[in-house]
């Protein structure tokens, strides 16, 4: 399995200057890598009773939350709302009791004669009339019911997949909600809420103890590593444990995805007047312009921040294929890629309900992905197949007798793997509950979902406005070997495209890179005069 790749791991005594970057709860170098845990339970969907009314008493029932399996839940659902009775044939309106004209006994100063009769007898068939027609309308109410039910029971894998959509739509929160509680004026100011600004901000507070440090990121969530949203959270039996983002690391304690809990961090309004300074961090904000001259950005609010020194550290955006760029909205929806913790949330919330998910891409976000969801998915009978065209996983960085090594630990771990192979079209199949995948290799595959982990491009966004170069063969903003590109502007993480002594120009995007250049940046930005000698090694389960 891939969880014996630890040779690509760094091991736990490397460098002293990684390491004097975090504290004992550091995750660069160490690396959770047992993946000996066994799949979790199956998650259950915590759901409300809706209110349920008895029509002949007029009581209620009070909610009480249940949980059922999303299975249970879509046939309880119509025992949770019964057939009310027709009020055509409430049983007051035809009781002996009633006042009706065909079973109430008027005096006899009151009885009808001849044309009475007539049309006693009319309003007595109406009523009848009506009676049999509810009787119908209920039989056909009930066949209805009863077809719809036993339609439920007899094909419960397509009423399931009715109500898959990986892919939420979520409302982001802006922390602050306005503007106006964001400082003008700040002392250092890092774009971006990954890895390299958490490296930098901690180099800027280790070099000057009392700076004052504003975050803006375009993120709801506090800075978090990424690289256990595809490996670590997916292994273990603590299904609670993973969907609160926690998880085991390598020596068997546990920890949060994110670096710091909040409290860690300086509320905004605060920054400006705590007395030793902190770190503030804006969270659901976007920098939509840089002006390098006068040292100002702008958020998407229209407001303007000025900065003594700025770090952008905006990462990598996920690629897609261009067979997707081309598809409908509702073919696209069965597609998405991986990268955020909403990403994660959105697949491990339909791990249980869908039945074959095909991962494109065999470099280590893909394969890592493969092994972990085909793990997760053994006692549920998830199918996951991973497609690319390179001959064996990670080939693009391992030589081939260790790519093909890695590949069959891959296909141990119950993954379908199609080497050498590409996607060359796709159609919705199965009455558009299913995506039909034409392969290179003459097959033809349909699954419930697709995964895009074909790679990443630098988010440079910013350098038109603000006049910063791009390299023109790797992409990213073109910095020196002190990761400067202006005057108090520096670039840290995926997006720098660095000078090296060594190795010349160069770009990467990984998390052991985004920790080295953020704390470099970081100390830079501080006073320092230091340039990028330390090189990251590639690391995976």
Known sequence: MLSKLRFLRPPVSRGSKILSAWDSKNYSDKK?????????????????????????????KVN??????????????????????????????FSSNSNSPTTSHPPESEKNYGWQNDSDNKQSFRNWSLFGGAIVLSGTLYGIYHFDIMKQKKDDSHTIKDTINVKKTRKLVKIPSLSESI??????????????????????KSADPTARVLVISAEGYLPHMRPPLSKELWYGDDTEMAKSLNFHQWNGTSRSLFYE???????????????????????????????????KVKLNDGKEISYDKCLIATGSIPKTLKLYDDASEELKNKFSVFRS?????????????????????????????????????????????????????????????????????????????????????????????????????????????????????????????????????????????????????????????????????????????????GRLAGENMAGADSERSDECIDFTM
Request: glycine share 8%; hydrophobic share 35%.
């Open 32 to 60: 959770n890598g047992s993946g000996k845990n066994n799949t979790g339970k199956t998650p259950l969907i915590q759901v409300i009773k809706p209110v349920k009314i008895n029509f002949s008493k007029k009581t209620k």
């Open 64 to 93: 009480e939350p249940v949980n059922l399996p999303k299975k249970e839940m879509i046939i309880s659902k119509y025992n949770e709302y019964p057939l009310k009775t027709c009020p055509l044939v409430a049983k007051d309106e």
């Open 183 to 204: 400082p003008d004026n700040i002392q250092y100011l890092l774009i971006g809420g990954g890895t390299a600004s958490f490296s930098a901000f901690r180099a800027i």
């Open 261 to 295: 809990p909040e409290p860690f961090y300086t509320p905004v309004e605060e920054l400006t007047t705590a007395k030793n300074g902190g770190i503030s961090l804006a969270r659901g904000w976007k920098v939509e312009s840089i002006n390098v001259s006068q040292k």
């Open 341 to 517: 913790i909403s990403d994660f949330e959105d697949l491990w919330e339909q791990l249980s309900h869908i039945k074959s998910i095909a991962i494109i891409g065999g470099g280590f976000l893909g394969s890592e992905l493969a092994a972990s969801l085909a793990n997760k998915g053994k006692k549920n009978g998830v199918k996951i197949y991973q497609i690319f065209k390179e001959k064996g996983n990670m080939g693009k960085v391992l030589p081939n007798y260790l790519s093909q090594w890695t590949t069959e630990k891959v296909r141990n771990e119950g993954v379908e793997v199609m080497t050498e192979t590409e996607v060359k079209n796709c159609s919705l199949d199965n009455d558009k509950q299913q995506v039909n995948l034409v392969l290179s290799n003459g097959k033809n595959i349909s699954v419930d979902h697709v995964i895009m982990a074909v790679g990443a491009k630098p988010n440079t966004e910013l350098a038109a406005d603000a006049g910063l170069e791009i390299d023109s063969k790797l992409d990213g903003y073109l910095v020196n070997s002190e990761l400067q590109a202006r005057t108090d502007l520096y670039i840290a993480g995926d997006c720098a495209c660095f000078y090296d002594k060594q190795l010349g120009r160069r770009r990467v995007e990984h998390h052991d890179h985004a920790v080295i250049s």
